[in-house]
Each structure stands twice: as structure tokens, then as C-alpha cells.
């Protein structure tokens, strides 16, 4: 357990806090835009919620596909989970390991210096979290966390005890933009929020001009 907490610990400094009201989101947005103009969107599938293990990453930024790799996770298939993302546990076996990924990516991110990844959520920081615990390498990278910064834009109430934010999926999010949602896979919801993030900066112009 105190292991896990030093992990966490490690990865909160990389996940810097956001503001909760429209205003200074829309200010965060466009910083972050001016900061980070070619962010690149990381999203995982997983083996399930509880104790989670990466079968599939992808990284997407503007101009393309950075990176999308099916991943042999170390535990068994949540079946509820399998029920949505619908990859058979067959297609992982001859797949490399999260850590052979981490450094696959991370090698990517430094050719393309890039030093932050966005997220629709905290469940991909939950996720490098846990994988860490088990002995895998961090990312060296700030995650920003995109659904938080879509609620407070629009005034959808963030528990400040860091619980769910309802009314703000990723799916919401597309649909309120037009934007076409993904499929449950890592690549299509890494365009999907794609999609969002370069919608959320046009709004957020809009608002502060």
C-alpha cells in the first residue's frame, strides 16, 4: 500500500490542477492551446476498473497516429469490460507487455517533444498509476485532463473530492459538437477527443473574445 501511495504521489505532480468555472477554463483552454498547440491524445482500453491493466494504447495528435498497439495485459478479462471494447483475450497473446509500450511511446513523445498528453478523464492516470505499482516505468509526460476542463466550461458541477463528473462523457461531448463518436477502441476515442479538444479552444476564443 505504500508503495501505491508513493506512486500516486509521483504522478499528481504530473497532472496539474484545472479551474472549475467557464471563465478561467476558457482561459486554461487557450493557454494550454498557445502552451501545447499539437497535443496529443493518449486513451487506453482495459482489462476492467478494478485494478486495471492496459490491453490497448493509442496515441493521436493532429497530424496523425502516433502510436496504437494492442498490449498483453498481466490478469485475466473483466467480462463487462470485454462486453464493451469486445477485443478477444486471444488477440493480446502474442502482444508485447505495457512496459515493452511505455518505452515505445515514450521514445515517440521525445522525438515529437512532446511533454504532455491529453485524457478525456483521470482513468488513464489511475491506470499508469496502478500499472506502476506492478513495476512497469512512468510516462514522462503532465497529463491534462480534457473532461474536466469541458465541465467547468460549461458549468457542470466538479466534486471536489476528485468523484465521477456527471454529465460530461466523452460521448455528451460529441454530441453537443458534432463531432463523431468513438468505438469503445483506443484510436477512435483518441480522434473522438481529438475532435472535442479542437472544438472546446473554438468555444473558448469565443467566449473570451
Known amino acids: 500500500m505504500e508503495k501505491w501511495r508513493i506512486v500516486v504521489r509521483r504522478l499528481q505532480k504530473r497532472v496539474p490542477l484545472l479551474p472549475t468555472d467557464p471563465a478561467s477554463a476558457a482561459r486554461k483552454i487557450l493557454e494550454i492551446c498557445g502552451q501545447w498547440p499539437a497535443l496529443p491524445i493518449l486513451d487506453f482500453e482495459t482489462t476492467g476498473l478494478e485494478h486495471p491493466a492496459v490491453i490497448e494504447v493509442a496515441v493521436v495528435g493532429p497530424h496523425g497516429v502516433l502510436y496504437d498497439s494492442l498490449v498483453r495485459p498481466d490478469r485475466p478479462m473483466d467480462v463487462q469490460a470485454n462486453a464493451v471494447h469486445q477485443i478477444p483475450a486471444k488477440a ?45 516505468p512512468m510516462l514522462r509526460v503532465q497529463l491534462i485532463d480534457l473532461k474536466r476542463l469541458y465541465a467547468a466550461l460549461h458549468g457542470i458541477p466538479i466534486p471536489p473530492d476528485g468523484g465521477r463528473i456527471r454529465g460530461a462523457s466523452l460521448w455528451r461531448a460529441c454530441d453537443r459538437y458534432g463531432v463523431p463518436q468513438g468505438t469503445h477502441r483506443a484510436r477512435q476515442d483518441c480522434e473522438a477527443t481529438l475532435g472535442v479538444w479542437s472544438a472546446m479552444q473554438a468555444e473558448a476564443r469565443h467566449q473570451l473574445c
Open 92 to 136: 493480446l497473446a502474442n502482444m508485447a507487455p505495457w512496459p515493452v509500450h511505455v518505452a515505445h511511446i515514450q521514445a515517440i513523445l521525445d522525438e515529437h517533444d512532446a511533454v504532455a498528453l491529453g485524457t478525456w478523464s483521470g482513468f488513464e492516470a489511475d491506470v499508469l498509476a496502478w500499472e506502476a505499482n506492478r513495476g512497469a
